[in-house]
T-cell receptor, first 112, second 115 residues
Framework: GESVGLHLPTLSVQEGDNSIINCAYSNSASDYFIWYKQESGKGPQFIIDIRSNMDKRQGQRVTVLLNKTVKHLSLQIAATQPGDSAVYFCAEDSGGYNKLIFGAGTRLAVHP | DAGVTQSPTHLIKTRGQHVTLRCSPISGHKSVSWYQQVLGQGPQFIFQYYEKEERGRGNFPDRFSARQFPNYSSELNVNALLLGDSALYLC??????????????FGPGTRLTVL
C-alpha cells in the first residue's frame, strides 16, 4: 500500500552545521510532498513543499530535493540552529484532495 | 491573522464515553481535515471535509464521525471511547480542495486521554 517512511529516526548535529533529513515514499503516482516541523506539544508546522514537476525548491535556510526515480525526498537545513530542534515529518498527498500520508518522523537534535 | 484553532486543548475521558472536539479553520479556508497522532508516530488521516461535505475518510471505525458547519468550522466526534483512542487529534485547514492538493496548515491539537 501507500506509505511514507524515513531512513533516520534520530539525527544529531552541531550548531552551525548543515542537516539533511531523508524520506522514502512508495506511491509513484504521488505528485505533492510536504515537510513539517513539530515541536513538543505543538501541531505540525509547514516548512516547505514541492510538486512532482520539480526536482528542487528552496526556502529560507531550507531546501527540498525530490528524486522521483528512486522515490526519495530530502530536507536540507543550512546553518542549523538550536531552534531547529524538533521532529520532522515528510508527508505525501495521496492522489490529491488533502489526504496526507505521514512517515514516522525524524528527531533533529542540535547541540551547541 | 489567527491560525487554526482547536478546543479543548486537553481532555480526559473514561472508556465508553463519547467526546466532541472542535476546530476553527484559518479565515477564508473551506477545507478541514482531521488527523490522529499517537505518541511517537506520524499523524494518520481520519476525515476531510470541503464545503460541508465529507470528501475523504481514512481507515477508522464508525465510532468516529465528523461534520462541517456553514462557517467552515468542524467537529470530530468519537463514541464508545477505547484506551487506544488516546492521542493528539489534529485539525488542518486549506483554502480549497483541488486535484494535486493544497497546502494544509495545522492547529495545535487536542490531547485526549482515555482512562
Amino acid at each position: 500500500g501507500e506509505s511514507v517512511g524515513l531512513h533516520l529516526p534520530t539525527l544529531s548535529v552541531q550548531e552551525g552545521d548543515n542537516s539533511i533529513i531523508n524520506c522514502a515514499y512508495s506511491n509513484s503516482a504521488s505528485d505533492y510532498f510536504i515537510w513539517y516541523k513539530q515541536e513538543s506539544g505543538k501541531g505540525p508546522q509547514f516548512i516547505i513543499d514541492i510538486r512532482s514537476n520539480m526536482d528542487k525548491r528552496q526556502g529560507q535556510r531550507v531546501t527540498v530535493l525530490l528524486n522521483k526515480t528512486v522515490k526519495h525526498l530530502s530536507l536540507q537545513i543550512a546553518a542549523t540552529q538550536p531552534g531547529d530542534s524538533a521532529v520532522y515529518f515528510c508527508a505525501e498527498d495521496s492522489g490529491g484532495y488533502n489526504k496526507l500520508i505521514f512517515g514516522a518522523g525524524t528527531r533533529l537534535a542540535v547541540h551547541p | 491573522d489567527a491560525g487554526v484553532t482547536q478546543s479543548p486543548t486537553h481532555l480526559i475521558k473514561t472508556r465508553g464515553q463519547h467526546v466532541t472536539l472542535r476546530c476553527s479553520p484559518i479565515s477564508g479556508h473551506k477545507s478541514v481535515s482531521w488527523y490522529q497522532q499517537v505518541l511517537g508516530q506520524g499523524p494518520q488521516f481520519i476525515f476531510q471535509y470541503y464545503e460541508k461535505e465529507e470528501r475523504g475518510r481514512g481507515n477508522f471505525p464508525d465510532r468516529f464521525s465528523a461534520r462541517q458547519f456553514p462557517n467552515y468550522s468542524s467537529e470530530l466526534n468519537v463514541n464508545a471511547l477505547l484506551l487506544g483512542d488516546s492521542a493528539l487529534y489534529l485539525c488542518a485547514s486549506s483554502p480549497r480542495q483541488i486535484q494535486g492538493a493544497d497546502t494544509q496548515y495545522f492547529g495545535p491539537g487536542t490531547r485526549l486521554t482515555v482512562l
